[in-house]
């Protein structure tokens, strides 16, 4: 059976509306996402020291922002920077290398997040 052609689907990017007064940003003004909403001094996150699965080697995660991928990839790019360390974004945490832990809280509270130090 042949796949197919994205020129015959029937999703054109059209959005309808039953609705005759109905314009372009009240179609669209329930999508935006929560985070418009909510300021950084309203989260809390975690910053943690890890080993396990890393053989031996340390690790800071950082757990606990409800924003979208995108503004955790641009965190974890801010932390990475500002620490001089490589890492990664996995699962909705950012993982850091190293024991970085201080240096991570004290940005993340210049950026007016609330953090919270767990384990160790």
Known sequence: MAKRSKKN?????????????????DLFAGLKGDMDDTSNSDITLEVHIS????????????????????????????????CGVGGSVKDGEILLQG??????????QEKG????????
């Open 9 to 25: 689907s029937s999703d054109d990017g059209f959005v309808y509306s039953t609705n005759p007064n109905a314009t372009f940003g």
């Open 51 to 82: 080993k396990k699965g890393r053989a031996g080697k340390v690790a800071t995660l950082v757990v606990g922002h409800p924003g979208s991928d995108n503004e955790l990839k641009d965190l974890a790019k801010e932390l990475r920077s500002h």
């Open 99 to 108: 024991e970085v832990r201080n240096k991570v809280m004290d940005y993340l």
């Open 113 to 120: 997040f609330n953090t919270k130090r767990v384990g160790g």
